[in-house]
């Protein structure tokens, strides 16, 4: 069962469960974070990658949270990857 943290949606929380368990397979270097870090963070190959799962409500009412977001991100990781989930009702 997916309980969402403090902050996140279900299909928020769903997706980044997802991810966490099928990049686990690969590395015990993973994190999830809720914050102000990305969603996961894992290591693989000495390199260090971010995932930043957003539900597209980000990219319409909070432009600048997430311009923040991303420039907080560069500061300290090499690979940045989004992943964006259109949900339609």
Known sequence: M???????????????YQLYYFIRKFTDKVKMYETLKPD?????????????VETGIALVHRKKLL???IENLKKFLEI?????LVIEK
């Open 67 to 69: 311009d923040k977001k």
């Open 40 to 52: 996961i963070v894992f290591e693989a190959n000495n390199k260090k990658y971010a995932i930043e």
């Open 2 to 16: 997916i309980f969402p943290r403090s902050n996140e949606s279900l299909p928020h929380a769903f997706m980044c």
């Open 80 to 84: 940045i990857g989004f992943l964006l």
